[in-house]
């Protein structure tokens, strides 16, 4: 760290004769007088615009006096911000590039040969790499910032916008949106594109604070750190208005929100007037905005009062900025290119570090927009004049595409179809995805916005041209084979989970994941990746896809499958079948082992193959475990109740389906078991009468659980107290567990009044983060424990050991086909559990390893057949 002494320099007027400086951008170098009012809310905490500047300043001082070409990875934390500012302060012109996109870093790094190179390093420490003490380039005095206008395809061409340019944007939305330094902003937008850039530029204009965040708003953190920062400020691009509606944004409580801007394509007219009217309800202003990349960002914005009744408009200029009109033939008198002045235009393009020479050589700019000018004096777009296309807020040039391509030996033709891409690729069928993959890794698009198809021909109008709508129409779904699931992250959450509105945003948890799909997720998952982080089902699927192994080095790749490929128990078996997955090492989860391990020990003992005994007990915990990870999720309170009871019907429906033909066909069991009613009526002590205690427990544990949870303050302090709230639930089921008010039944070990704070516990488990906290579970367990089963030893220590194991130990080693098995087992547990009963006793006299091998094949055949119709219900 760079240790500075004595005062800073106080800031000297910017471009005047007698300047020691540089230009500069005024407000990169005015931060520190805002003073102490807060300038950064972070995860790590708060830093004031005093903190802030001292750093900008350290960091100016460590790139040095003479102007170089600083290429800087944006990313939305503290050390990329304090860096783009200190390279602003300090007249360092920034080639602002995406951070997670190493393609890019690599290709522009060649194509400019930068002087500093600043970005994260493997660990995450962020490092200032400076290749060259003085500029290998001729730099304008204007040239402050180049950005790309064309996503992330590393394309070379980018736009040079000065130092004027990022001072007048800044001041002209700060003054139409009336931000002020009581403002709080979040990032929801990436630093590197330009709505994202202007965000922050204007907010620090105004000494307004930013909620620095990573994270997506379909993430629930992103929601708790808004609203704990008193967060005023949202913006989006169409995509985040999707996922807007999918975490439902319209019941979220935002005391503090003051206004929601959308930029980067067209909002639906419906959707715009749908916003404003919400806002409206809300006390929030919805700003719909129009811009460029070659306008720094912003052009036109529509006043909010005017969103409901003139939804389709882009409004008005910015402050200090200008529309026009250039005819354009083929259109009416009305209609023509709509051509932008103001001081943000840009300084023109750089293709080459010559470029970084010019100086201004654009006076007005031309948008490529058709456009119109009402009698209310709006501004509507009704077309565009070039082959530019928005994509998710990106902006594609599909001929760079075709250039990227080609530099790949694939000769293709590429056109914007809406929010898609459609490529058409001259070749055999079944590269289309290697080539879908190749677009998706350059350009930053998600896979599923990409639609390709191998062609013995490409498509040509009669004038040898391409014949771009027929490439429209041969790549729609109705024209083309369906793309293999196996081979994208979003298709293969959408296969096991059975969504349709996956996407790149969507984690685990998000998309209502839960105890019952997770292991097969995992294990699929842990297939495409190689590797599968602890976190894995928190991750969105961004975030999961730079982790995925290359094809070919994925376990079972190298026998001819496809993770992903073959579905439930085929693909599992092929899986396990497969001579290279034998020499494959896994991980699996702790609770994934022991529903495995578990149901085969409680089949088997029932059989009285052995007698192993206590592990239903366990399962109870893993229960609350899986309960607190998949259930509790920081999702909205109603989304919360929804997915309990569509959990709760998962168990209950498939359970009380096969107890009722039990309860037909045999005479072992009356109406009570059907409705999982028997331990409420203490229905007699036959064997059978108590076979699916362990059922009836669970489901009145959750519909408890969720009756509970509805409640708001309920839920607000769970929320709030993640560990304190299950070991108070734990301390009072510890009062049942010794049948203190004496409730419990005939068989008090299998009451659910006796055995829920081993539901809790599990619960506690997941949430116990510390040494500390691990510790107070594992000494519950064993001074109470102990007497739940008299004159037990085995079974009692196998439930401490199990628990323990459970506590402390997330995952354990495992091998390609023992994690198949394991997995198919555990995700077909409750299964195996409710049809047992009904398949061993006819063989466990004559055959008892047929008995319990029938017994797993049965659950696991059941298991097929309740997700099968889960599916088509």
Known sequence: MLHLSGSLPAPAVPDSPSAPWPKTVPFARGLAAYGDRVALITADGEMSYRELAERVAATAERLGPVRRLVLLAGANRTDALVTHLAALSAGHPVLLVPGDSDSTIRSLTEAYSPDVVARPHADGT?????????????????????????????????????????????????????????????????????????????????????????????????????????????????????????????????????RVTQAGGRLAPERVARYAELGRRSGWQLFVMYGQTEATARMAYLPPQLAAERPEAIGVPIP?????????????????????????????????????????????????????????????????????????????????????????????????????????????????????????????????????????????????????????????????????????????????????????????????????????????????????????????????????APLGQRPGAQDGSVPGRDKGIRGALRTWTSAHSWRTRRTLETGVVLRAVGIVLIVGSHIRIFDIKGFAHILLGVAGYNFARFLLTDTTRHERIRRLWRSIARIALPSMAWITGAVLLTDFYDPANALLLNTLLDQGNDRFDWAYWFVEALVYFLVALALLMAVPLLDRLERRYTFGVPLTLMAVGLVGRYDLPGLASLRPQLSPTVVFWLFALGWAAARAHTVRQRALLTTVLLLTVPGLFPDQPLRTALVIAGLALLIWVPTLPSLGPVSALTGLLASSSLYIYLTHYQVYPYLQEDFPLTALFASLAVGVGYATVVTRVARVA
């Open 126 to 258: 962020w490092t200032l790499d400076e290749r060259h003490p003085t500029s290998a380039h001729t730099l304008h005095p204007d040239l402050a910032l180049l950005l790309s206008t064309s996503g992330s395809t590393g394309s070379p061409k980018l736009v040079r916008l000065s130092h004027d340019n990022l001072q007048a944007n800044a001041e002209s939305i700060a003054t139409y949106l009336g931000i002020d330094d009581t403002d709080r902003a979040a990032t929801t937008l990436p630093m590197h594109y330009c709505y994202g850039l202007s965000v922050i530029h204007s907010h620090l204009l105004r000494g307004a604070g930013l909620v620095l965040t990573e994270r997506s708003v379909s993430d629930a953190a992103f929601w708790e750190e808004f609203r704990t920062a008193r967060g005023t400020s949202l913006s989006g691009v169409p995509y985040t208005f999707d996922l807007l509606d999918r975490v439902g944004f319209e019941q979220m409580e935002l005391p503090h929100l003051r």
């Open 320 to 548: 200090g900025g200008s529309f026009r009109l250039q005819p354009v033939d083929g259109h009416g008198p009305d209609v023509g290119e709509l051509v932008y002045s103001g001081r943000n235009v840009m300084l023109g393009y750089a293709e080459s570090p010559a470029d970084l020479a010019l100086g201004r050589i654009v006076e007005d700019l031309h948008t490529g927009d058709l456009a119109r000018r009402t009698p209310d004096g709006l501004y509507e777009i009704v077309g565009r004049r070039s082959r530019f296309v928005k994509i998710l807020g990106l902006r594609i040039d599909p001929q760079q595409i075709e250039t990227l391509l080609e530099e790949h030996g694939v000769a293709a033709y590429c056109a914007g179809d809406g929010e898609t891409l459609a490529v058409t690729a001259l070749g055999e069928a079944g590269g289309e995805g290697g080539i879908r993959r190749l677009i998706a890794h350059d350009c930053g698009l998600p896979a599923r916005t990409i639609r390709v198809r191998a062609m013995a021909e490409l498509p040509r109008l009669a004038s040898g041209k391409p014949d771009y709508e027929a490439v429209r129409q041969l790549t729609r779904p109705s024209a083309q084979a369906a793309p293999d699931p196996g081979e994208d992250l979003v298709r293969l959450y959408a296969e096991i989970l059975d969504r349709a509105d996956v996407t790149e945003e969507s984690s685990f948890v998000s998309l209502g994941g839960d105890s019952l799909s997770y292991v097969e997720m995992s294990l699929r998952l842990e297939e495409a990746l190689g590797h599968l982080p602890a976190d894995w089902h928190t991750r969105a699927i961004r975030q999961l896809r730079p982790l995925a």
